[in-house]
């Protein structure tokens, strides 16, 4: 039987140690909303729920769906699009919480890469995107692998996530 987005908050809740009345208070709505939600009998406003998520720890595709999203994913051959098709996302998360996501084309980053251009050059200071083999992920990418290539983790706490779509 598939669990009920009730069921998963009141799973994902507990999972926290957290009392409906904590949870209400952190969402700024009542206890009984959150005990409606659990009990199926309404559900969390549609503003609510990237908030909910977070304080569950979990996406919102998994709040909603109960299904995790695969990081990483194998295309076949027949299925793949061509590299002029493909966004290569690089998100940095520093550590004092600053957020910088860059999209581009991977064609565009293919040959950044192979005239030796600093990806530095484009808003990626962090320590950890100078230590990313960007000729590693364009074989993955060749093979068909899609998704989360790569995150790395600085000394310093930066984190660097590469995505290909």
């Given at each position: 039987?598939?669990?009920?987005?009730?069921?998963?908050?009141?799973?994902?809740r507990?999972?926290?140690?957290?009392?409906?009345?904590?949870?209400?208070?952190?969402?700024?709505?009542?206890?009984?909303?959150?005990?409606?939600?659990?009990?199926?009998?309404?559900?969390?406003?549609?503003?609510?729920?990237?908030?909910l998520?977070?304080?569950?720890?979990?996406?919102?595709?998994?709040?909603?769906?109960?299904?995790?999203?695969?990081?990483?994913?194998?295309?076949?051959?027949?299925?793949?699009?061509?590299?002029?098709?493909?966004?290569?996302?690089?998100?940095?998360?520093?550590?004092?919480?600053?957020?910088?996501?860059?999209?581009?084309?991977?064609?565009?980053v293919?040959?950044?890469v192979?005239?030796?251009?600093?990806?530095?050059n484009?808003?990626i200071?962090?320590?950890?995107?100078?230590k990313?083999?960007?000729?590693?992920?364009?074989?993955l990418?060749?093979?068909?692998?899609?998704?989360?290539?790569?995150?790395?983790?600085?000394?310093?706490?930066?984190?660097?996530?590469?995505?290909?779509?």
């Amino acid at each position: 039987m598939k669990k009920t987005l009730g069921h998963r908050i009141s799973s994902l809740r507990k999972e926290k140690s957290l009392t409906q009345e904590e949870l209400s208070e952190l969402l700024g709505v009542s206890a009984q909303a959150v005990s409606k939600w659990e009990n199926d009998a309404a559900c969390p406003d549609i503003m609510l729920l990237p908030k909910l998520a977070k304080i569950l720890g979990v996406t919102t595709d998994l709040l909603l769906s109960g299904e995790k999203e695969q990081d990483t994913v194998f295309v076949p051959q027949a299925e793949r699009k061509s590299m002029e098709k493909m966004m290569l996302r690089v998100r940095v998360i520093s550590s004092d919480g600053h957020k910088v996501n860059i999209n581009l084309p991977a064609a565009l980053v293919k040959v950044i890469v192979e005239n030796g251009i600093s990806i530095g050059n484009f808003g990626i200071e962090a320590d950890a995107a100078q230590k990313i083999d960007f000729e590693k992920i364009f074989n993955l990418i060749e093979q068909g692998v899609m998704g989360k290539l790569v995150e790395v983790e600085s000394s310093d706490g930066d984190t660097v996530e590469v995505f290909v779509e």
